[in-house]
T-cell receptor
Framework: DSGVTQTPKHLITATGQRVTLRCSPR?????VYWYQQSLDQGLQFLIQ???????AKGNILERFSAQQFPDLHSELNLSSLELGDSALYFC??????????????FGNGTRLTVT | AQTVTQSQPEMSVQEAETVTLSCTYD???????LFWYKQPPSRQMILVIR??????QNATENRFSVNFQKAAKSFSLKISDSQLGDAAMYFC????????????FGTGTSLTVIP
């Protein structure tokens, strides 16, 4: 158990809809990262937060947004969903700051299916 | 940005044999961290091993070891006495300590273990 909790585990929705994915980082971790993994693909970095502030953006679409709350949990909002957004969305956390040898701890992912 | 290259999309190994997965990276940084992650069919991301760039000694975790060649910017993973449970996608990752604690992932190597 990595200590990172993602909900829901599965999500099925229709095109054009909006969904919210939730992530609770491992206790003590300040950084949260979101990744998208399509079937048989690698990990696409979406966005990173550190202690409530956005730190880095990757290949995140304008239809997607995220935030990290004061209690450090994070939410990824996906809107105007398209079939191509179907993927496994990972949240990962890390201590951040000076603990550079801290690895990413991944949640089990949210499997999103857009029909 | 740093790039991580895994040049072997697929590898196979006989059970009980040894296999080496390659990873190279491109960076101008002098200090960083390297990781190998395993993603079995369950698609959970599991940390296998980590290596600090300032350490010359290669990291070892049971049957998993790395061959870290800093000058060559190479970080290969050796799996000894391969087991059926080792069958998975393996991702190499680079962590920068200078660019907002970013993690850069390779595209993965799919390992098949032949009984």
């Amino acid at each position: 158990d990595s200590g990172v909790t993602q909900t829901p585990k599965h999500l099925i929705t229709a095109t054009g809809q909006r969904v919210t994915l939730r992530c609770s980082p491992r206790s003590g971790d300040l950084s949260v990262y979101w990744y998208q993994q399509s079937l048989d693909q690698g990990l696409q970095f979406l966005i990173q937060y550190y202690n409530g502030e956005e730190r880095a953006k990757g290949n995140i679409l304008e239809r997607f947004s995220a935030q990290q709350f004061p209690d450090l949990h994070s939410e990824l909002n996906l809107s105007s969903l398209e079939l191509g957004d179907s993927a496994l969305y990972f949240c990962a956390s890390s201590v951040g700051a000076s603990s550079y040898n801290s690895p990413l701890h991944f949640g089990n992912g949210t499997r999103l299916t857009v029909t | 940005a740093q790039t991580v290259t895994q040049s072997q999309p697929e590898m196979s190994v006989q059970e009980a044999e040894t296999v080496t997965l390659s990873c190279t990276y491109d960076t101008s940084e002098s200090d960083y961290y390297l990781f190998w992650y395993k993603q079995p069919p369950s698609r959970q991301m599991i940390l296998v091993i980590r290596q600090e760039a300032y350490k010359q000694q290669n990291a070892t975790e049971n049957r998993f070891s790395v061959n870290f060649q800093k000058a060559a910017k190479s970080f290969s993973l050796k799996i000894s006495d391969s087991q059926l449970g080792d069958a998975a996608m393996y991702f190499c990752a680079y962590r920068s300590i200078y660019t907002g604690n970013q993690f850069y992932f390779g595209t993965g190597t799919s390992l098949t273990v032949i009984p």
